[in-house]
Nanobody, 121 residues
Framework: QVQLVESGGGLAQAGGSLRLSCAAS????????MGWYRQAPGKQRELVAT???????NYADSVKGRFTISRDNAKNTVYLQMNSLKPEDTAVYYC???????????????WGQGTQVTVSS
């Protein structure tokens, strides 16, 4: 199995910054894409940003220019630097990983437990 442990959420003022981290552990053969999703009260979970093991980063339009996703492949860890935060960024942020448990295993999707980010105006 794969465990995703998130950290770094909390309270920030509008215009402030927060940094989220998520480390994947377990019997992992390879982690392909890692990323962040968020879910605000009463809304569906939405993509924030993803980063493949190599290749192009992907951002939601709402966070482009403000958020930066990065990844440490050696540590199977993904980060989300959030700058210029807005109240509408308030949500539970979930780490996501697409990983293989073995060389010939199918790719499965794993989720973290979520971390609350609250931005006050």
């Amino acid at each position: 199995q794969v465990q995703l442990v998130e950290s770094g959420g909390g309270l920030a003022q509008a215009g402030g910054s927060l940094r989220l981290s998520c480390a994947a552990s377990g019997s992992i053969f390879r982690v392909n894409s890692m990323g962040w999703y968020r879910q605000a009260p009463g809304k569906q979970r939405e993509l924030v940003a993803t980063v493949p093991s190599s290749g192009r980063l992907n951002y939601a339009d709402s966070v482009k220019g403000r958020f930066t996703i990065s990844r440490d492949n050696a540590k199977n860890t993904v980060y989300l630097q959030m700058n210029s935060l807005k109240p509408e960024d308030t949500a539970v942020y979930y780490c996501n990983a697409l990983a293989l448990l073995g060389r010939f295993s199918p790719e499965n999707t794993y989720w973290g437990q979520g971390t609350q980010v609250t931005v006050s105006s």
